[in-house]
């Protein structure tokens, strides 16, 4: 970032229900000493803001903010922000794209396919009942994963999966040619890919395209006993179906980060299923000491009347 744009000024409006907002504070201002910082619950006059670095707004949120002149998702999903009511037409609306995000995501998924391929669940079970459950390994190379996704995230994770000696074929919207993965592009080769998936990792934004995408009909597409793991969004994937799968043994077991329905209420049966571990979302976080300085950057490009970076396409709504 240049020194003599650093001195940018106007008021940020930031709202978040996870993250800290003295540390993202602290963070943005050591890039933008300048910035007039507001947390929700103290904004002012919604007329005053000029930015706002948001995760999951509330309706109504951005009502009044007629200065508004970039919004900047807290995070890597944008379906929360698109499309709302309350947006002033044709405003920025950026999202983090922070390598530190993509490392720790790959670290999460790593986790998860390694307990999959390792048959840890199965270890674990056995332990429970003081068992000596010999299971033999399986070569990495005999185990096939697809990630169906491969931006920013799963692109990462899915060269990092292939360097553990894995099968790995990605899926994607667009053509991609990725070193040690087996690429495939558009709806027409989705249900192959599924169909010699031994562990399916999802990895999709969520989008009028994708939301459903991974219905009955597909998940029965994947070998019996396959292992499935979800870090993208809850609605990609009918999840009534997928508990039914789960209970059968159609799907062996499953990792789940992202539910249709957050925090997952406390009478689902996913929670009492033995070959399911759940997280509460939480695969990879926006690290603020990262993320900051593309933030600043971007509120520097806008002040400069320059657009920013790391824009989404309201078309594709990711
Ligand atoms: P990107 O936008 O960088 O990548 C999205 C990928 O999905 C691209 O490869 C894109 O294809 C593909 N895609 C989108 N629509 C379609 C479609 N209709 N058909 C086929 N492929 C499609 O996203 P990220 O990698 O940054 O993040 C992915 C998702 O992960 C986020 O949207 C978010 O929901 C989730 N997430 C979850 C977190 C957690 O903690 N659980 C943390 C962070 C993110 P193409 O490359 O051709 O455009
Ligand atoms: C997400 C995120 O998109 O945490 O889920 O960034």
Redesign the pocket.
């Given at each position: 970032m240049s020194g003599k744009h650093s001195t940018a000024s106007g008021a940020l409006a930031f709202y978040s229900q996870l993250d800290d907002f003295e540390t993202w504070k602290h963070a943005l201002l050591a890039q933008l000493p300048g910035l007039d910082i507001r947390h929700s619950s103290a904004l002012g006059d919604p007329a005053d803001i000029h930015y706002a670095l948001v995760w999951k707004p509330p309706a109504g949120f951005f009502d009044g903010m007629l200065k508004l002149r970039l919004i900047v998702n807290l995070?890597?999903?944008?379906?929360s922000l698109v499309n709302r009511a309350d947006l002033p037409p044709g405003i920025p609306i950026t999202?983090l794209?922070d390598p530190q995000?993509?490392r720790m995501?790959a670290g999460y998924v790593l986790f998860a396919a390694l307990r999959h391929a390792r048959d840890i669940p199965h270890f674990e079970q056995a332990q429970r009942q003081g068992k000596w459950s010999y299971r033999h390994p399986r070569s990495p190379d005999e185990i096939r994963i697809a990630v169906?996704?491969?931006?920013?995230?799963?692109?990462v994770a899915a060269t990092e999966l292939s360097r553990l000696g894995h099968a790995v074929s990605g899926?994607?919207?667009?053509p991609?040619k990725i070193d040690g993965v087996h690429c495939h592009?558009?709806?027409a080769t989705l249900d192959t890919v599924i169909a010699n998936a031994d562990i399916l990792i999802v990895?999709?934004?969520?989008?009028p395209?994708?939301r459903g995408?991974l219905n009955r009909e597909r998940l029965l597409r994947l070998p019996r006993g396959a292992a499935f793991i979800n870090?993208?969004?809850g609605a990609l994937v009918d999840q009534a179906a997928l508990t039914e799968l789960l209970a059968s043994g159609h799907i062996g077991t499953a990792t789940l980060?992202?539910f249709e329905q957050e925090p997952l209420p406390a009478t689902d049966p996913l929670w009492r299923m033995p070959n399911v571990l759940i997280t509460p979302?939480?695969?990879?976080?926006a690290i603020p000491s990262s993320a900051a300085r593309q933030i600043a950057s971007n509120i520097l490009r806008v002040s400069a009347g320059q657009a920013p970076e790391n824009l989404i396409d309201p078309g594709?709504a990711?």
């Amino acid at each position: 970032m240049s020194g003599k744009h650093s001195t940018a000024s106007g008021a940020l409006a930031f709202y978040s229900q996870l993250d800290d907002f003295e540390t993202w504070k602290h963070a943005l201002l050591a890039q933008l000493p300048g910035l007039d910082i507001r947390h929700s619950s103290a904004l002012g006059d919604p007329a005053d803001i000029h930015y706002a670095l948001v995760w999951k707004p509330p309706a109504g949120f951005f009502d009044g903010m007629l200065k508004l002149r970039l919004i900047v998702n807290l995070g890597a999903g944008v379906d929360s922000l698109v499309n709302r009511a309350d947006l002033p037409p044709g405003i920025p609306i950026t999202r983090l794209t922070d390598p530190q995000m993509a490392r720790m995501m790959a670290g999460y998924v790593l986790f998860a396919a390694l307990r999959h391929a390792r048959d840890i669940p199965h270890f674990e079970q056995a332990q429970r009942q003081g068992k000596w459950s010999y299971r033999h390994p399986r070569s990495p190379d005999e185990i096939r994963i697809a990630v169906l996704g491969l931006g920013q995230l799963g692109a990462v994770a899915a060269t990092e999966l292939s360097r553990l000696g894995h099968a790995v074929s990605g899926w994607s919207r667009s053509p991609k040619k990725i070193d040690g993965v087996h690429c495939h592009a558009g709806l027409a080769t989705l249900d192959t890919v599924i169909a010699n998936a031994d562990i399916l990792i999802v990895m999709l934004p969520l989008t009028p395209e994708t939301r459903g995408i991974l219905n009955r009909e597909r998940l029965l597409r994947l070998p019996r006993g396959a292992a499935f793991i979800n870090v993208a969004r809850g609605a990609l994937v009918d999840q009534a179906a997928l508990t039914e799968l789960l209970a059968s043994g159609h799907i062996g077991t499953a990792t789940l980060d992202v539910f249709e329905q957050e925090p997952l209420p406390a009478t689902d049966p996913l929670w009492r299923m033995p070959n399911v571990l759940i997280t509460p979302h939480l695969a990879s976080v926006a690290i603020p000491s990262s993320a900051a300085r593309q933030i600043a950057s971007n509120i520097l490009r806008v002040s400069a009347g320059q657009a920013p970076e790391n824009l989404i396409d309201p078309g594709k709504a990711y």
